[in-house]
């Protein structure tokens, strides 16, 4: 496995991973918008959120790449299946955030995702950062256990969201946070 920076020749295959990341989001959120909400470039123009066929298609990518404050992409090359996985950098002042991180589903659990955390966190390091957080979708476990087994051990901070479309159903009951149960 070889992690190496983003070139343009990658772009079908990050693109198609963008996709799988979008489907993944839509399993675990559905009626939500098709990429985590934390993500600035999840959401076009005015507010609105990709389509259906958009996030298909991988089209969050193309606005994914003009973000000002993406300061690198690496990905993951496989001898045999090419690119399997990207990840992305993203300038917060002194300090960065890993946004997104993506191994194709054949391959999640091979420490695909590890080698990109782990590339991307050296990057930041030499780059001076003081810094590296991530947000992971709160209900994908696999991820949320990835990424503690990977360092990131320490809660930064904490998005609470106030359902305005009473989709209660979909939120599932199960976390506390000092005391106080929230459902993800």
């Known amino acids: ?35 985590p909400a934390a993500t600035p470039a999840a ?15 991988g089209a969050g990518f193309e606005e994914y790449l003009t973000r000002l404050d993406l300061s690198g992409m690496w990905v993951a090359e496989h001898a045999d299946e090419g690119v399997v996985g990207f990840v992305g950098l993203i300038l917060q002042g002194r300090a960065g955030a890993i946004d997104p991180v993506v191994v194709t589903a054949e391959l999640r659990g091979q420490g695909i995702g590890r080698a990109l955390l782990g590339h991307v966190a050296g990057q930041a390091h030499r780059r001076g950062m003081r810094e590296l957080t991530i947000s992971p979708a709160l209900r994908n476990l696999e991820a949320v256990r990835c990424l503690y087994r990977a360092g990131f051990d320490a809660a930064a901070t904490v998005t609470l ?12 009951d199960g976390l506390d946070l000092h005391g106080i149960r929230f459902r993800y």
């Open 43 to 57: 959401v076009g123009e005015f507010g609105v959120a990709p389509t259906a066929a958009d996030a298909a298609t």
């Open 161 to 172: 969201a106030l359902d305005l479309t009473r989709r209660n159903g979909q939120w599932r």
């Open 1 to 35: 496995m070889l992690i190496r920076s983003y070139r343009p020749t990658d772009h079908s295959a990050c693109r198609r991973l963008w996709a799988e990341l979008t489907s993944e989001h839509r399993r675990l959120y559905p009626g939500a918008p098709p990429v």
